[in-house]
């Protein structure tokens, strides 16, 4: 199947040439220091195998000629799976040149744990601490999709996993527990418990909302806030167009659509027509029905309005629970009308209407993509966004963007897809209704299709999921007794009274890439509970399990 060349990969192609360029005599020189031993342990070929089989699984691995189990992930290896995976994932960023994502490569710098690779360490007495090795610090994603390691393994067996896992899910504090593990390179389960028993899935159903908005919309669709006037009246409209990441503050490092960009546009299109004084309204009909979702006013989610600026937040916080504003919309337009004072013009203060054929577009702003509001939702786990994003699922499919209308869509976008969804329920997009119910098969069905080379607009299901030790709700766990999962685990999280869960994927000790999801219900002590799940992913990073 021949898959497109995305915009990102072309502008991101020259780097990752670069890159090659770069490591190619090393790769060079490394091979030339183990061919000789790789050539010991040439086998011959086995009686009744075939020419050209033989050839085709001779030619799978690093060298010609070599035996694929000889030599697990020389460092010609994983350079060169590193350079192949930049190509592969580029389509969601961000990423330096040589396909790591940035905030990642910084991180690992600055710290002296093991994050996911060999970064050295203190040899015998006296000599001097090693320096890093080329593989990347966080492999998950690079690995499993970079097509060379996990092409010629064979996935974990069934009976020495389920030996290292199943005693970990036993554990008292996880209730009752929906589990499964699949293979992403082959989509094939290699251990379940409970896989099809629908549960509470928290804020694992941001997964969900991820897989389907960018089904319906893809990576590179953007959210658009426009301003809009009708001359007869000299009204100014501010139009919400469902981006819950406009920012009216004056430093904006996320590169997100700016309320005072809007209004320094707006006033110079206002001066081009001599107007100096308007009435100023604001436009919050693409969402109808109630803005409050079913848990109440909470500071995990602000009032769902398609009109905002910087979630509502009262303070200057960018993720996390935080007090909000009543009415954001209206508070996003009063901080409007006061830009558009300081740029010279006039306004009323602001009161709801409808934007009208009559009126057109003096000024518009943007969001980022698609697909780093999908990566910035699953970070942080964010829940404003993650609603906005299941009406727009349902926006682009035709459907009412309210809580029902969002959750049928989100749910037709994934049937299409042919994953399992029986027993599923959708309530909302965030996870914070009780009412969901997914299994642990469905999730992790998710998770391979996001995999799936031939699916590149679903890989930001993957690259922004939050790194164990790293990053988002993940960078304060994995530590003493889970260390060595940091940086090679990539789970979304989920928390209610009663629910822990963790989704995602992780590279076992033989670089196989694994999907994963554990939904645990009936806890008593998160704290415990979620320590047990992080046991079980660190097993899982640990197994070479045959």
Same mark, same amino acid.
């Given at each position: 199947?021949?898959?497109?060349?995305?915009?990102?990969?072309?502008?991101?192609?020259?780097?990752?040439?670069?890159?090659?360029?770069?490591?190619?005599?090393?790769?060079?020189?490394?091979?030339?220091?183990?061919?000789?031993?790789?050539?010991?342990?040439?086998?011959?070929?086995?009686?009744?195998?075939?020419?050209?089989?033989?050839?085709?699984?001779?030619?799978?691995?690093?060298?010609?000629?070599?035996?694929?189990?000889?030599?697990?992930?020389?460092?010609?290896?994983?350079?060169?799976?590193?350079?192949?995976?930049?190509?592969?994932?580029?389509?969601?960023?961000?990423?330096?040149?040589?396909?790591?994502?940035?905030?990642?490569?910084?991180?690992?710098?600055?710290?002296?744990?093991?994050?996911?690779?060999? !970064?050295?360490?203190?040899?015998?007495?006296?000599?001097?601490?090693?320096?890093?090795?080329?593989?990347?610090?966080?492999?998950?994603?690079?690995?499993?999709?970079?097509?060379?390691?996990?092409?010629?393994?064979?996935?974990?067996?069934?009976?020495?996993?389920?030996?290292?896992?199943?005693?970990?899910?036993?554990?008292?504090?996880?209730?009752?527990?929906?589990?499964?593990?699949?293979?992403?390179?082959?989509?094939?389960?290699?251990?379940?418990?409970?896989?099809?028993?629908?549960?509470?899935?928290?804020?694992?159903?941001?997964?969900?909302?991820?897989?389907?908005?960018?089904?319906?919309?893809?990576?590179? !669709?953007?959210?658009?806030?426009?301003?809009?006037?009708?001359?007869?009246?000299?009204?100014?409209?501010?139009?919400?167009?469902?981006?819950?990441?406009?920012?009216?503050?004056?430093?904006?490092?996320?590169?997100?659509?700016?309320?005072?960009?809007?209004?320094?546009?707006?006033?110079?299109?206002?001066?081009?027509?001599?107007?100096?004084?308007?009435?100023?309204?604001?436009?919050?009909?693409?969402?109808? $029905?109630?803005?409050? !979702?079913?848990?109440?006013?909470?500071?995990?989610?602000?009032?769902?309005?398609?009109?905002?600026?910087?979630?509502?937040?009262?303070?200057?916080?960018?993720?996390?629970?935080?007090?909000?504003?009543?009415?954001?919309?209206?508070?996003?337009?009063?901080?409007?009308?006061?830009?558009?004072?300081?740029?010279?013009?006039?306004?009323?203060?602001?009161?709801?209407?409808?934007?009208?054929?009559?009126?057109?577009?003096?000024?518009?702003?943007?969001?980022?993509?698609?697909?780093?509001?999908?990566?910035?939702?699953?970070? !942080?786990?964010?829940?404003?966004?993650?609603?906005?994003?299941?009406?727009?699922?349902?926006?682009?499919?035709?459907?009412?963007?309210?809580?029902?209308?969002?959750?049928?869509?989100?749910?037709?976008?994934?049937?299409?897809?042919?994953?399992?969804?029986?027993?599923?329920?959708?309530?909302? $997009?965030?996870?914070?209704?009780?009412?969901?119910?997914?299994?642990?098969?469905?999730?992790?069905?998710?998770?391979?299709?996001?995999?799936?080379?031939?699916?590149?607009?679903?890989?930001?299901?993957?690259?922004?999921?939050?790194?164990?030790?790293?990053?988002?709700?993940?960078?304060?766990?994995?530590?003493?007794?889970?260390?060595?999962?940091?940086?090679?685990?990539?789970?979304?999280?989920?928390?209610?009274?009663?629910?822990?869960?963790?989704?995602?994927?992780?590279?076992?000790?033989?670089?196989?890439?694994?999907?994963?999801?554990?939904?645990?219900?009936?806890?008593?002590?998160?704290?415990?509970?979620?320590?047990?799940?992080?046991?079980?992913?660190?097993?899982?990073?640990?197994?070479?399990?045959?």
């Amino acid at each position: 199947m021949v898959v497109p060349e995305l915009r990102p990969w072309r502008a991101a192609r020259p780097h990752v040439a670069r890159f090659a360029g770069a490591v190619r005599p090393r790769l060079a020189r490394t091979a030339a220091a183990v061919r000789p031993r790789l050539a010991r342990l040439r086998p011959s070929r086995p009686a009744g195998a075939g020419t050209a089989a033989w050839s085709r699984i001779t030619r799978s691995v690093v060298w010609p000629g070599t035996w694929p189990g000889a030599w697990r992930f020389t460092v010609v290896a994983a350079t060169a799976g590193t350079v192949l995976a930049a190509g592969a994932v580029t389509t969601a960023g961000p990423w330096d040149s040589t396909g790591q994502r940035t905030a990642e490569q910084d991180r690992a710098v600055t710290l002296e744990a093991t994050r996911g690779t060999d !970064h050295g360490g203190r040899g015998n007495a006296g000599t001097p601490p090693r320096g890093p090795r080329t593989a990347p610090s966080a492999p998950s994603v690079l690995t499993g999709l970079g097509g060379g390691a996990t092409t010629v393994k064979s996935a974990p067996g069934g009976k020495a996993l389920t030996g290292a896992l199943a005693p970990l899910l036993k554990s008292p504090a996880l209730g009752d527990l929906s589990a499964s593990v699949v293979d992403v390179s082959t989509g094939r389960s290699v251990y379940g418990d409970g896989t099809g028993d629908a549960l509470a899935p928290a804020s694992t159903t941001k997964i969900a909302t991820a897989v389907a908005v960018l089904t319906a919309l893809g990576p590179d !669709h953007r959210l658009t806030t426009r301003a809009t006037f009708e001359p007869d009246t000299k009204e100014v409209i501010l139009v919400g167009g469902g981006d819950p990441t406009l920012t009216a503050r004056e430093k904006n490092p996320t590169g997100s659509a700016s309320l005072r960009d809007l209004a320094g546009r707006t006033a110079a299109a206002l001066a081009e027509r001599g107007v100096r004084e308007v009435t100023l309204s604001y436009d919050t009909t693409l969402y109808p $029905g109630g803005q409050r !979702h079913p848990i109440g006013v909470n500071p995990n989610l602000a009032a769902l309005t398609p009109l905002m600026a910087d979630e509502a937040r009262r303070d200057n916080s960018a993720a996390g629970p935080a007090d909000r504003v009543a009415d954001p919309a209206a508070d996003a337009a009063r901080k409007f009308g006061a830009l558009l004072k300081e740029n010279g013009i006039k306004a009323t203060p602001p009161g709801p209407s409808k934007s009208t054929t009559r009126a057109g577009t003096l000024a518009a702003v943007s969001s980022p993509p698609l697909a780093t509001l999908v990566e910035r939702m699953l970070t !942080h786990s964010d829940n404003d966004l993650a609603e906005a994003l299941a009406r727009q699922t349902a926006i682009a499919t035709g459907g009412r963007a309210d809580f029902a209308g969002a959750s049928a869509a989100v749910r037709a976008q994934l049937q299409k897809l042919g994953v399992p969804l029986k027993g599923a329920v959708f309530k909302d $997009g965030s996870g914070l209704d009780r009412g969901n119910r997914l299994t642990a098969g469905l999730l992790t069905a998710l998770l391979v299709k996001s995999g799936d080379p031939a699916r590149p607009e679903l890989r930001p299901v993957l690259t922004g999921l939050p790194v164990a030790g790293f990053t988002g709700t993940l960078a304060g766990r994995y530590a003493d007794g889970t260390a060595g999962a940091a940086g090679v685990v990539r789970a979304k999280t989920g928390t209610l009274t009663g629910v822990n869960a963790l989704a995602g994927t992780v590279v076992d000790r033989e670089g196989r890439l694994l999907a994963f999801a554990f939904l645990a219900t009936g806890t008593t002590d998160p704290t415990a509970a979620q320590a047990a799940l992080d046991k079980a992913a660190t097993a899982l990073a640990a197994c070479g399990c045959r």
